[in-house]
């Protein structure tokens, strides 16, 4: 309910510019593996670490906004 309305349509902006920023990431940490059978495995680890993180970092906003006078 706290995120209805502008605050739900900034998430999603937000969300969709940092899974661009996640994919561009993790391309730039593997390019030194260009055209090797390891890119594959290291590129998914990366992208699950990262996608990790930003789940704990939106579980703890969401936390933040549950509690009165945030954190």
Do not use: K
């Amino acid at each position: 309910a706290r995120l209805a309305g502008d605050p739900a349509r900034s998430l999603v902006e937000a969300q969709r510019a940092w899974i661009h920023f996640r994919d561009a990431e993790c391309d730039y940490y593997t390019i030194g593996y260009e055209g090797g059978s390891i890119r594959p495995m290291l590129a998914g680890q990366c992208l699950e670490r990262m996608t990790r993180q930003r789940t704990a970092e939106l579980e703890n906003h969401i936390r933040c906004l549950s509690i009165e006078g945030g954190c």
